[in-house]
């Protein structure tokens, strides 16, 4: 399977700051993802991270408060800005592997906004 | 809009009494629909895919199956190490791989 490591693992940040969190995966893959998973609810894609090109997001998300990099079909970004309480969260790199036709998801960084 | 509802909330089962959970799910062009365990503080790990009503995939004492509406997660004979809590998402036609998730079902196997 396609092992996935993000960093860091857990931060407690304060409100208005930004954290980028990285996802590094251990072999090249099409299609990555960024999800959050916040208490009591489903996991919810942010956006996909697209190779070379700007990332796409579902409804509800944008840009300025989750800019996302990917430089290589290894790694990307995702930055949470300019944070508020109700940023507190699970988020969750994901990526699709052709070679096993399957979905993997990373451990997560557990976001906690003071 | 897709929809992904899963049932019971929590379960708690004693040890090797058998259960299903449920996904019923409502989408546009089915292309796949997914179960996935989720340990505390980890990530979701994938169980199976199934793409097609009538399909069914077994994995040591979990045994999913499909229908055009709703997928079952039968657990025969749980043991203790079988908590977790249970995802079904789906993923549906143009959506690009993106997967639409239920909210769980909190499993709790108990000796």
């Known amino acids: 399977s396609a092992v996935i490591s993000q960093k860091p693992s857990r931060d407690i940040c304060q409100r208005g700051t930004s954290l980028t969190i990285q996802c590094q995966v251990d072999?090249?893959?099409?299609?990555m993802f960024w999800y959050r998973q916040q208490p009591g609810q489903s996991l919810t894609l942010i956006a996909t991270?697209?190779?070379?090109?700007?990332?796409?997001?579902e409804s509800g998300f944008v840009i300025d408060k989750f800019p996302i990099s990917r430089p290589n079909l290894t790694f990307s970004t995702l930055t949470v800005s300019n944070m508020s309480p109700e940023d507190s969260s699970i988020y969750l790199c994901?990526?699709?592997?052709?070679?096993?036709?399957?979905?993997?998801f990373g451990p997560g960084t557990r976001l906690t906004v003071l | 809009e897709d929809q992904v509802t899963q049932s019971p909330e929590a379960l708690r089962l004693q040890e090797g009494e058998s259960s299903s959970l449920n996904c019923s799910y409502t989408?546009?062009?089915?292309?796949?629909l997914f179960w996935y365990r989720q340990d505390p503080g980890k990530g979701p790990e994938f169980l199976f895919t199934l793409y097609s009503a009538g399909e069914e995939k077994e994995k040591e004492r979990l045994k999913a199956t499909l229908t055009k509406k709703e997928s079952f997660l039968h657990i025969t004979a749980p043991k203790p190490e079988d908590s977790a809590t249970y995802l079904c998402?789906?993923?549906?036609?143009?959506?690009?791989?993106?997967?639409?998730f239920g909210k769980g079902t909190s499993l709790l196997v108990t000796p």
């Open positions: 998402a789906v993923r549906r036609e143009n959506s690009g791989y993106a997967l639409n």
């Open positions: 072999s090249q893959v099409t299609m």
């Open positions: 994901s990526v699709w592997a052709a070679s096993y036709n399957e979905q993997f």
């Open positions: 991270a697209n190779q070379g090109s700007e990332a796409t997001y």
């Open positions: 989408v546009s062009g089915l292309r796949g």
